[in-house]
């Protein structure tokens, strides 16, 4: 779903807080609300963004990329040396 929020004289909005309205509206956990791609309008005070709600934490890491697991914490990477 694409996104939009508004925030009149205010910087940037944190994802925590847009995942937790989206939840609050959705009524669903939010952990299971994935958002990426935000982007501020020039001149500020709207931001456009994108976002996934999946019906379960299972669901979500099996059809989300692993970057953004990742970045929730919810993926480890695996780090080996670049020399073999």
Known sequence: MVTDVLQPGKAMVPKTEIREELAKM???????????GFRTHSGGGKTTGFGM???????????EPQHRL??????????TSRKQ
């Open 70 to 79: 990742a970045r929730r914490g919810l993926y480890e990477k695996k780090r």
């Open 53 to 63: 709600i999946y019906d379960s934490l299972d669901y979500a890491k099996k059809n």
């Open 26 to 36: 959705y009524k669903t956990p939010p952990d299971v609300i994935f958002v990426f």
